[in-house]
């Protein structure tokens, strides 16, 4: 007998099991059809997104006429004519940003703004121009003492007035190799953070670095040349405060299909994860962010994206063995 008492208690939890998960269906399908009256999309959406890249190297020309200055690991970078005590001397800023590393290969950039913090000035307003670099530089080890404004000894592989890595690569012209015309300028005055652009000529210079990864050299900050007292001294990406490194915002519209995953709500590389079901979750009921990769949302392939066909398709994936997403595109 005990057996029949067994079965019918394991009967009645099956049956338990079974109306609650009933239930649980009926809600979400209600849940779902609400969702898709109220939400119903046709076709894939282009949304902007904005991403904040930090600098990958930054470093100043100090004019010598033997190259011997630098300052690849100075918490500063320079730009402009010194005083006397600086030997009226001129000063370059290098900057790059790996930009095909933080943004989706075929995504449109929108918008470029470069954001620098200046920290120490002899002069009041002055002219800073962005130039596009045109060849390669480094960034060695040195480090300047005091204000550094004076530079250090180069060390390999350091930018110098002469070098475009120390000892061995030369500039072809002393003082870097870039496009005479400037692509973004800004008056700097006192203390505080500058922006440069966004402009036309920004925009085209990162869409260069994004779509030719090897043209990405960065730009040279250039300043008031022609007098002397205009040096401008700013935070450089080893600054100790954080807040102040330079920093570049870039707005692009990624491609439809950017990582090759359907089903990578949140675009982090991998697919159909509990990651993008909370992402997508957001996305369709609290105000979250739209995926950014629109085709990647589609999981379902039906043309429609974040949908809560999409919704279920993805449950069935991650929690009842569903088929796996077509490819993208
Ligand atoms: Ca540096
Ligand atoms: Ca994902
Ligand atoms: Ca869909």
């Known amino acids: 007998m005990d057996h029949v008492f067994r079965d019918f208690y394991l009967d009645k939890q099956n049956f338990s099991m079974m109306t609650k998960a009933l239930f649980f269906k009926l809600k979400l399908t209600f849940l779902l059809l609400l969702t898709f009256l109220a939400f119903s999309s046709t076709g894939y959406t282009s949304e902007s997104v ?7 190297k930054d470093n100043t020309l100090y004019e010598s006429a033997t190259g011997s200055l630098s300052n690849g690991s100075g918490e500063h970078f320079f730009v402009g004519q010194t005083a006397a005590g600086g030997g009226f001397k001129i000063r370059r800023g290098l900057i790059a940003f790996n930009i095909a590393e933080k943004i989706p290969a075929g995504s449109s950039i929108q918008s470029v703004v470069l954001t620098i913090s200046m920290n120490k000035t002899i002069s009041g307003n002055q002219t800073v121009s962005l130039h ?3 060849a390669d530089w480094g960034e060695g080890t040195s480090e300047a003492a005091f204000g550094e404004g004076m530079g250090a000894p180069a060390t390999t592989n350091d930018a110098t007035w002469l070098h475009r890595f120390y ?3 030369l500039w072809t012209t002393a003082g870097g190799d870039y496009i005479p015309s400037a692509s973004a300028s800004t008056t700097v005055g006192g203390i505080a953070s500058y922006t440069f652009g966004s402009s036309p000529q920004l925009v085209v210079d990162a869409q260069d670095w994004l779509d030719n990864p090897g043209n990405n050299f960065g730009w040279v900050l250039t300043g008031s040349e022609d007098t002397t007292l205009t040096a401008k001294r700013f935070a450089s990406k080893d ?3 954080e807040t102040s490194r330079p920093i570049l ?4 519209i990624p491609p439809p299909c950017c990582i090759g995953l359907r089903g990578d709500f949140d675009g982090d590389g991998n697919n159909a994860t509990t990651l993008d079901l909370d992402y997508l979750v957001d996305d369709m009921f609290r105000g979250g ?4 990769c629109p085709e990647e949302a589609d999981i379902n392939n039906d043309g429609r994206i974040s949908t809560i066909l999409d919704l279920t398709f993805l449950i069935d994936v991650i929690y009842r063995g569903g088929a796996a997403p077509d490819s993208c595109p």
């Not at 915002?249 to 692009?252: A, D, F, N």
């Not at 962010?289 to 950014?292: C, F, G, K, M, Q």
Request: charged share 10%.
């Open 132 to 134: 596009k670099l045109v």
């Open 249 to 252: 915002s870039v707005t692009y």
């Open 289 to 292: 962010p739209a995926s950014p």
């Open 50 to 56: 904005e991403v904040q890249i930090g600098a990958a």
């Open 167 to 169: 000892d061995s690569i």
């Open 239 to 241: 600054n100790v405060n």
